[in-house]
């Protein structure tokens, strides 16, 4: 019973990472200048990896070097920049439903690199969630770009391989330093993709200030740093499957602070996701 409330609590911790992380197409139309989605990403990474690395006052080691930098372009740099070309070339609803195949991916990545049992109850709960995102978010007139598609299966991709060897390197640091190097490492990756891809930024006003700050003290050091401290504990693909957290999110900001109107489809599709969330957790309960 003590282990099963453990598990609960973890879940619940990491279930924040996803649920913040839903606010950032929110705070990026509404309180960042339009148009520099690689530096925006740049400003999010390298600022809150740097303080917390001026924090824990330890540098990576060893094989650690190249691997903080392999797992910063997986969850940071690459993942972000494919985030914010599929959201330039696809509607919001299309890129999150392809980006909800992650789970799906990360079940099959845990088989290959961590050796778990591919689940069809954890098969059926990543179907329902896609299904859930799809019914939130899309909407019927909804334009493919093949690009923007790819870009969109990428990020995904990116991101379930960073989740999965996230868990097979396990680090001898803390999750603070751990977080720490990657976000750094992740940063500093994009700074030449910023440099060279967008013009220079204008000057920053106090509201886009905050924002910057919103989303790399709370939208990136907070959560990755219970992302990746909780993700030691439970198993990735029980962590990936909250990531349908964010599109809810999304969607309740978009109602309350846009005055957007929530279809009984939508309402639909909140329960899909809830119900799958729940069944990816029981599909790891051993029989």
């Not at 799906?104 to 709960?125: E, K």
Request: include cysteine; charged fraction near 5%; proline fraction near 7%.
């Amino acid at each position: 019973m003590k282990k099963n409330s453990h598990d609960i609590a973890d879940i619940a911790l990491t279930a924040i990472a996803p649920a913040i992380w839903g606010s950032t197409y929110f705070v990026t139309t509404q309180f960042l200048p339009y148009g520099y989605s690689m530096h925006v990403a740049m400003l999010r990474a390298l600022p809150a990896g740097l303080l917390l690395l001026l924090f824990v006052r330890k540098l990576p080691f060893g094989i650690w070097w190249s691997r903080a930098f392999f797992l910063g372009a997986l969850n940071f740099a690459f993942f972000w920049a494919m985030l914010f070309v599929a959201a330039y070339r696809l509607p919001g609803g299309v890129a999150a439903t392809v980006g909800a195949v992650q789970p799906l991916i990360v079940i099959g990545l845990s088989h290959v690199f961590l050796a778990r049992p591919i689940r069809a109850l954890a098969i059926v709960a990543g179907i329902i969630g896609m299904a859930g995102v799809a019914f939130l978010v899309m909407t019927p007139n909804a334009a493919l770009d093949p690009v923007g598609i790819a870009a969109a299966l990428a990020g995904a991709v990116s991101m379930a391989f960073g989740t999965v060897l996230s868990r097979r390197w396990q680090p001898p640091v803390s999750s603070l330093t751990f977080t720490a190097w990657q976000l750094t490492a992740g940063g500093i990756l994009l700074v030449p993709v910023a440099w060279c891809l967008e013009p220079a930024l204008p000057p920053l006003s106090t509201e886009n200030i905050l924002g910057l700050a919103y989303l790399g003290l709370i939208g990136a050091a907070f959560t990755y740093l219970l992302w990746f401290r909780v993700l030691s504990r439970i198993e990735p693909s029980v962590a990936a499957s909250l990531g349908f957290l964010s599109p809810v999110t999304a969607t309740l900001l978009g109602w309350m602070a846009l005055g957007q109107s929530l279809a009984p489809v939508q309402i639909a599709g909140f329960v899909m996701v809830l119900f799958s969330v729940w069944l990816s957790q029981k599909s790891q309960i051993p029989r």
